[in-house]
Structures are given as structure tokens and as C-alpha cells.
């Protein structure tokens, strides 16, 4: 992240007396192949952190990791894959739950996402999610 607000401050710093549009575009299309390229490299981590400790009590950290990239990449079936994992080995997590209640969401699966913002709201003591003035709060 903080390579891409350098490459974003750096290229943002030579636009004057440039065309805004076309640094603008430049400055985009840097951090799509970022993203890319960080997708390619932390999901090989992640595989890799799951296989050599498949018992490990946190093992659902790099399985939502795998599942919010593919999130992010608009994979939603895939992403419902790895979340569901991470919510199958850590249930109590609101944050596991809270990405999946999203990608049920995108894929119109309502009911299921409905029941999962309900249990994060009952695992966070009722204030996660509880309205959209609180997420703007």
C-alpha cells in the first residue's frame, strides 16, 4: 500500500504543467497492475501458510485473506469458497462473517446475508452493521 501512495504522490508531483487526464490514467492503470500483482503474490502465501499449518487457531486469517482478493477481483463464487472456510474455522470472527455477508449480497443471495450481518451483529455486542448512519459515523 505505501508503494502505491509513493508511485500516487510521485506521479501526482509531475503533473504540473501536464495533462491532469492522462497522469490521472497513468497513475490508475499503476495501481491496477499493483493489485495484480499483489493478488498473484500474497495467494501463493496464503496457500503456502495453510499447508504448512493446516491445525494453526488463526488458519481462518489467510483463508479470508484468499477470499477478500478474490472479493475484490469480483470472484464472488470463489471468494464464498474461502470465506465459508474462514468462517468454518474461526465462527466467533465478525470480520470473516462480515466479507461474506458481501459476497452472499453480490451474488443476490439476500437471506443468507442477512443472517450472516446478524450474527456479526450479535458476535460485535450489537454495534457492527447495526445501521448505515453508524458505518458513516
Not at 90 to 109: I, K, N, V, W
Request: proline share 4%.
Amino acid at each position: 500500500m505505501i508503494a502505491r501512495l509513493d508511485v500516487g504522490m510521485s506521479s501526482w508531483q509531475s503533473v504540473s504543467g501536464c495533462n491532469h487526464r492522462r497522469e490521472f490514467s497513468r497513475v490508475r492503470t499503476r495501481g491496477e497492475t499493483t493489485r495484480a500483482r499483489l493478488s498473484e503474490e500474497v495467494i501463493p502465501l496464503a496457500e503456502q501458510a495453510i499447508r504448512l499449518s493446516p491445525r494453526d487457531p488463526l488458519i481462518g486469517v489467510p483463508y479470508s485473506l484468499i477470499g477478500t482478493i478474490h472479493l475484490l477481483q469480483s470472484h464472488i463464487a470463489a471468494a464464498i469458497v474461502w470465506l465459508e472456510k474462514a468462517r468454518s474455522a474461526m465462527p466467533r470472527s465478525p470480520l470473516h462473517r462480515s466479507r461474506l455477508a458481501s459476497a452472499y449480497a453480490l451474488r443476490g443471495e439476500t437471506e443468507c446475508a442477512s443472517a450472516e450481518l446478524t450474527e456479526v451483529r450479535r458476535l460485535s455486542g450489537g454495534h457492527l452493521f447495526s445501521s448505515i448512519a453508524h458505518l458513516k459515523a
